[in-house]
C-alpha cells in the first residue's frame, strides 16, 4: 500500500489551510494551524503531481491520466479532463489559462473555469524505456506570453502561450523531470544525465551547463546570483547562477530529488536518507535536520514562519513556531 507524498507533492498553503495531493489516492486539506483534516478528495489512481491554487479552485494531475479540478472549500469535483496517459505534471495559470504537460507527449492549455482545451502541443517522441515516461513531467513556467517546460525526449521546448506554436527547443539529452525555473532573460534546468543548464528565454542559446556525477530531478531554486539544485550524486548543489561554477556542495546520505526553498538566508530540502535538513545558504553549513520514517520526495512549503512537507512514511509534518 503506497502512502505519503510523492516526488512532485509539494502543498499549497493559502488562507490558513494546507492542500497537499498524495500517492493513496487522496487530496488532503488540513487546517494550517493545527494539521485538523477538513476534507480528502478521492480518485481512482495516484496523486503525484503538485497542485495549484487558483480563484478558490484546486488543479491537479493524477496517474488516472486526469488533470482535476477541485472547489477548495468543499472538496469536491467541478470538472476533469481525460488524456491518454500519466498526469504527474504540475498545472500552472497565467494570464487566465491552465497549462500543464501530459506523458501522452503533451503540453496542454485549458480554461480553468470551464476546463474547455484551447491547444496541445505534441512534443517529440522517443521509445520508451521500461521503467520510463513518454511524454511531459516536468512543470510548465510561463512569462512574457510563452511558456517553457521539458520532455522525455531530452529537449526543453518553448511555445507561445496563446497559439501553443512551438518557438524553439533546446537539446538537454537525456529524460528531463525538472521543471523550468525562469530569471530575467534565462531559463535554468537540469536533467537525468546529470547536468544542470542555463539557456536564453529569448531564443534557446546555450550560455552554460555544467555536469554533476548523476542524475537530476531537482527542480532549481535561484535567489540573486546562486541556484541550488539536488542531485542523485547525494548532494545538494549551490552554484553561481551566471557562470555554473560551483560555490559549495552539501553531502546528505541519499540522492536528493527533492526541490530546494531558499527563505531568510536558508536552505530546506529533503532527501531519500529519510532527512529534512536546513542548511545556511551562504555557506553551506548544517543548521538542523529531521529524520522521518521514509525518505522525502517532496519539496517543502514555506509560509509565516512554517515549513510544511510530506515524507513517504505516510504523514504529513509542520515544523517552525507554536
Partial sequence: ?????????????????????????????????????QWKYHAKRMFKSSLCYFNGRLYVGNVDNRLHCIDAKTGKGVWSHYTRADMDSSPVVAGGRLYVGGEDLSIYCFDPVSGKKHWRHVVDARPPEPKGGRGVESSPAVANGRVYAAAYSGYLYCVDAKSGERIWRYKTGDDTDSSPVLIHDRVYIGSENG???????EDGKEIW????????????????????????????????????????????????????DVVDGKVVFGARDKKLRM?????????WSHETGARILSSTAIVDGRIYVGSRDGWFYCFGKA
Avoid at 195 to 201: A, D, G, I, N, Y
Avoid at 279 to 287: C, E, F, R, W, Y
Fill in 195 to 201: 547536468r544542470v543548464f542555463c539557456v536564453s528565454q
Fill in 209 to 260: 551547463n555544467i555536469k554533476t556525477r548523476s542524475g537530476i530531478w531537482s527542480t532549481p531554486a535561484v535567489v540573486g546570483k546562486r541556484l541550488y539544485i539536488g542531485g542523485n550524486d547525494k548532494r545538494l548543489y549551490c552554484l553561481n547562477a551566471d557562470t555554473g561554477a560551483v560555490i559549495w556542495s552539501f553531502k546528505a546520505d541519499a540522492p536528493v530529488w527533492s526541490s530546494p
Fill in 1 to 37: 500500500v503506497w502512502t505519503g507524498t510523492g516526488w512532485s507533492g509539494q502543498a499549497v498553503v493559502i488562507n490558513g489551510t494546507v492542500y497537499v495531493g498524495s500517492v493513496d489516492r487522496n487530496v488532503y486539506s488540513f487546517e494550517a494551524a493545527t494539521g485538523k483534516l
Fill in 279 to 287: 542548511l545556511d545558504a551562504k555557506s553551506g553549513k548544517l543548521i
